[in-house]
């Protein structure tokens, strides 16, 4: 018997519903939280950490940076830090890898996280095998003492060396975009493209066109900044003060110029992260926002720890 027309847009309405149902069941919404704002090696004041992003992708956590404090962070952000599962680390300044190992550690004493995977520069491998070195005696220890596993077999190393599509999977594809921090000649940006969402991270960066092309689009993008009045103020106090300055100039974007790359980007939302002071709590977002929005007309997000955008 043939269905009648009613009979056939209720199956076909109900078959939608079914499905999206079925979507937003299997799925949840990407997330992106700031744990850590403040750029640069110092241990933040002001209610700022040391560098880290985490990106919760159908709820599994993907870490970018992990600056001192990071496995706080985390667990004070509501993951538990066994669940952690991918770090992407965007170059070797210690405000985005000091904690790299400690957080493994800690992953790893919370109790069978499943498997860790880490992407970055050259060194990565180094970096997690001297770091278990360094603790060689106490892992050892437990693992006899406490029948432990091998936190070494944990974690698995992906050297970047050249940019291009890191990681695939069922649930997002990232990409890595060479930014411009010298002296430092592998510094990355990453790009998150969700089914729901894309995120954009630049890492540290100065003005940099190439990440306003490979952040083209995206919902998000979280960018360093740096206030020039705010580093003046910084460096009268300190005695290496020129080269410092020198150094800031060349490897960090302004406000003005960190518009610049949202509005070439045509991106959403721009979030502000990585403040360069981020430990000078007399500037007021209104001067962290105010040259960008010279340059960019869209939504712009001044970041704060724990902020969930
Ligand atoms: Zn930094
Ligand atoms: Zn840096």
Same mark, same amino acid.
């Given at each position: 018997?043939? +269905?009648?027309?009613?009979? @056939?847009? @209720?199956?076909?309405?109900?078959?939608?519903?079914?499905?999206?149902?079925? @979507?937003?069941?299997?799925?949840?919404?990407?997330?992106?939280?700031?744990?850590?704002?403040?750029?640069? +090696?110092?241990?933040?004041?002001?209610?700022?950490?040391?560098?880290?992003?985490?990106?919760?992708?159908?709820?599994?956590?993907?870490?970018?940076?992990?600056?001192?404090?990071? !496995?706080?962070?985390?667990?004070?952000?509501? #993951?538990?830090?066994?669940?952690?599962?991918?770090?992407?680390?965007?170059?070797?300044?210690?405000?985005?890898?000091?904690?790299?190992?400690?957080?493994?550690?800690?992953?790893?004493?919370?109790?069978?996280?499943?498997?860790?995977?880490?992407?970055?520069?050259?060194? =990565? !491998?180094? =970096?997690?095998?001297?770091?278990?070195?360094?603790?060689?005696?106490?892992?050892?220890?437990?693992?006899?003492?406490? /029948?432990?596993?091998?936190? $070494?077999?944990?974690?698995?190393?992906?050297?970047?060396?050249?940019?291009? #599509? #890191?990681?695939?999977?069922?649930? %997002?594809? %990232?990409?890595?975009?060479?930014? $411009?921090?010298?002296?430092?000649?592998?510094?990355?940006?990453? $790009?998150?493209?969700?089914?729901?969402?894309?995120? &954009?991270? !630049?890492?540290?960066?100065?003005?940099?066109?190439?990440?306003?092309?490979?952040?083209?689009?995206?919902? %998000?993008? #979280?960018?360093?900044? =740096?206030?020039?009045?705010?580093?003046?103020?910084?460096?009268?106090?300190?005695?290496? *003060?020129?080269?410092?300055?020198?150094?800031? =100039?060349?490897?960090?974007?302004?406000?003005?110029?960190?518009?610049?790359?949202? *509005?070439?980007?045509? &991106?959403?939302?721009? &979030?502000? !992260?990585? @403040? &360069?002071p981020g430990d000078d709590a007399s500037i007021t977002d209104e001067q962290w926002a105010e040259g960008v929005r010279k340059n960019f007309k869209g939504r712009i997000i001044? /970041?704060?720890?724990?902020?969930?955008?």
């Amino acid at each position: 018997m043939k +269905p009648t027309r009613r009979e @056939f847009l @209720f199956a076909a309405t109900s078959f939608a519903l079914l499905s999206r149902y079925a @979507f937003s069941q299997q799925t949840k919404p990407t997330r992106v939280i700031l744990l850590g704002t403040k750029g640069g +090696p110092r241990v933040g004041e002001a209610g700022r950490s040391n560098p880290s992003t985490l990106l919760l992708i159908n709820d599994i956590p993907y870490l970018v940076d992990c600056g001192y404090g990071a !496995s706080k962070q985390l667990i004070t952000a509501g #993951v538990a830090l066994n669940r952690l599962r991918y770090i992407f680390i965007t170059h070797h300044h210690s405000d985005h890898n000091l904690e790299f190992g400690p957080l493994i550690y800690n992953a790893w004493i919370t109790g069978l996280p499943a498997r860790i995977d880490a992407y970055g520069p050259t060194g =990565m !491998s180094s =970096m997690a095998d001297s770091f278990f070195n360094y603790l060689k005696f106490d892992i050892d220890t437990r693992i006899v003492d406490e /029948g432990r596993t091998d936190p $070494r077999k944990l974690i698995t190393t992906h050297e970047i060396e050249k940019p291009g #599509v #890191v990681l695939v999977n069922d649930d %997002v594809k %990232v990409s890595a975009c060479v930014v $411009r921090h010298p002296p430092i000649k592998q510094a990355y940006a990453y $790009r998150f493209d969700a089914k729901d969402r894309s995120v &954009v991270i !630049s890492g540290d960066t100065a003005y940099a066109p190439e990440l306003a092309e490979f952040a083209k689009d995206a919902d %998000v993008l #979280v960018h360093e900044v =740096m206030y020039l009045p705010g580093i003046e103020a910084l460096l009268r106090r300190l005695p290496n *003060a020129t080269r410092l300055r020198e150094h800031l =100039m060349a490897a960090h974007t302004l406000p003005e110029d960190v518009g610049k790359i949202a *509005a070439q980007a045509n &991106v959403k939302t721009l &979030v502000l !992260s990585h @403040f &360069v002071p981020g430990d000078d709590a007399s500037i007021t977002d209104e001067q962290w926002a105010e040259g960008v929005r010279k340059n960019f007309k869209g939504r712009i997000i001044v /970041g704060k720890d724990l902020l969930e955008i």
